[in-house]
Structures are given as structure tokens and as C-alpha cells.
């Protein structure tokens, strides 16, 4: 366990200061989006009120109140979440062929490594799951600054006031970021680690058969998707919404979740220790 936690955060050091810089980049783009968006509504209300003559409670009734999701549509807000998902996904394929095409062919060094290589897999797969929970976590501490700053330059008239949990549930695309309810929480991530899990294998099977790998990790790709997917796509074929019980679709999906996450790390660990060369 040690030698897995100390391989854990070697693998998030290497990736810090583009981490950092992602870190910085959602910081920066969504203070701006909440500055220029808040005095742009401001200075449409001031022209509002003084050139064309509407009292406050005119303008309102017209144009209606700014709140705080509204800053959230803007590419401002969802531009550099795009920009950190688009980067994870990357990572996912960069944590593992840096490690065969750098300088020292690094791999070699941790194969070298007095521990299993399924702890390898581990650890990478683990460092990417816990930036990823970084990336949501600091986001969770933006978003009361971000609302702090909003509420500072809107004045009370011209603004909704919401709380965090009012402004999470009223926007749909955060929401699946960042969900209202635990067991949504749950449901997303546990579903993301697995998908890591279908990733490192289809490129495990490339590193081992190489241009027949690529096809064979394509096709693991889609088997996998396919066969979490089945239920929905049994009711799709039968055109009936409630074939499944809820509490049955729900055992179901778990299992079929469960069953590819063993079966991703049962085939690894068989390419890493007899298929995979260096």
C-alpha cells in the first residue's frame, strides 16, 4: 500500500504544474466572466434608466432580474471546464505513452519496480480520478467567491438572490458536474473511474499488439459501452420506457458497472504481466 500511494502521488507531481495552470486558467476566466458580465448588465440598466426613461420597477418588469446561473451559460464559466475535461482526457493517453516514447523510456524503470504492475495501472488511474475530484472540488470553493463578487456589483434590486444549492439545481450542465444529491455523485464518478479503467485497457491492448491492438482496444471500447448500455438499449429496441423496474435498472447497471471494471483489470493485469513489453 505504500508503494502504491507513493507511485500515486509521483503520477500527480509529474502532472502539477499543468494542473496548476488549469487551476489558474478556470480562476481567471471565470472571475472575468462574472466582472464583464455583471457590469455589462449594470450598464445596460443605467442606459435603460437614464436615456430612455424607465423607472426601476419598468425595467424589471421588462427585462427581468440578472441572476447568477445566467453567468454561468456564458463561455466564460463552462469554457474552461471544457478546457479541463478536454485536458483529462488527454492525460488519460499522455500518463501512460510518455512513459514509453520520453528520453529513458521510463516505463522500463517502473517495470523494474519491486511491485506489482497492476499497481501501475492503479496509480495512474487513481492520480487522474483524484485531479479529476480536485478540479471539482476547487470549483465548489469558486462558486460562493463567484456569487460574492456578483452580489457585490449587482445591486439587490436588479439581482436574484440564490444559494449555492438554489444556483446547482438551477443549472442543468453544472449539475452534471457537480451533483446535488450523493447518490448522484456516486452514480457519475463511479461510472468515470470505470471508464478510465476501459481506457488504460484499450491502450494496454495496443502496447501489446500494436496496429491489431488499436483495433482490439476500439473494439473493447464499444463491447464495454455496449454491454453497460444493454438495459437502455433493450427498452429502446422494445419501445417500453418501463420495462425494467427502477430499482431493477438501477442492480442492473451496478452489476454490469461492477462486471466491466473486474473484467478491465482482469484483462490489464494479463497484458501487463505477459503480453506487454518495454
Known amino acids: 500500500m505504500n ?3 507513493k507511485l500515486v502521488n509521483y503520477e500527480i507531481n509529474r502532472f502539477f504544474k499543468i494542473y496548476f495552470s488549469l487551476l489558474m486558467i478556470t480562476f481567471l476566466s471565470q ?18 434608466l437614464l436615456d430612455q426613461g424607465y423607472s426601476k420597477n419598468e425595467y424589471i418588469q421588462h427585462f427581468g432580474k440578472m441572476s447568477f446561473p445566467q453567468i454561468m451559460d456564458s463561455l466564460w464559466f463552462f469554457g474552461p471546464i471544457g478546457v479541463c475535461a478536454a485536458a483529462m482526457i488527454f492525460y488519460m493517453f499522455l500518463i501512460w505513452y510518455r512513459d514509453w516514447f520520453g528520453k529513458n523510456t521510463f516505463i522500463y524503470r517502473l517495470f523494474m519496480l519491486p511491485t506489482s504492475r497492476l499497481n501501475i495501472f492503479f496509480s495512474k488511474a487513481t492520480a487522474i480520478f483524484f485531479m479529476v475530484l480536485g478540479l471539482i472540488a476547487f ?9 460574492g463578487l456578483f452580489q457585490w456589483i449587482v445591486p439587490a434590486d436588479f439581482r436574484s438572490l440564490m444559494t449555492i444549492g438554489e444556483i446547482l439545481c438551477a443549472n442543468t450542465n453544472i449539475g452534471l458536474i457537480i451533483p446535488t444529491t450523493f447518490s448522484e455523485f456516486l452514480s457519475y464518478y ?10 488504460f485497457t484499450a491502450i494496454l491492448f495496443e502496447r501489446s499488439y ?3 491492438g488499436i483495433v482490439l482496444g476500439i473494439l473493447y471500447m464499444i463491447l464495454a459501452g455496449a454491454v453497460f448500455l444493454s438495459p437502455i438499449l433493450i427498452m429502446i429496441f422494445l419501445q417500453s420506457n418501463h420495462f425494467f423496474y427502477p430499482l431493477e435498472f438501477l442492480l442492473i447497471e451496478i452489476g454490469l458497472g461492477i462486471l466491466i471494471a473486474f473484467t478491465s483489470i482482469w484483462i490489464s493485469h494479463y497484458l501487463l504481466n505477459k503480453k506487454v513489453t518495454v
Request: proline share 2%; hydrophobic share 55%; aromatic share 6%.
Open 31 to 48: 472571475i472575468a466572466g462574472v466582472l464583464i458580465m455583471s457590469k455589462g448588465y449594470i450598464n445596460e440598466v443605467n442606459r435603460a
Open 190 to 199: 463511479s461510472i468515470g473511474f470505470i471508464l478510465i479503467l476501459v481506457v
Open 139 to 147: 470549483q465548489l470553493l469558486l462558486l460562493p467567491l463567484q456569487n
Open 3 to 5: 508503494r502504491y500511494m
Open 210 to 212: 500494436r496496429l491489431k
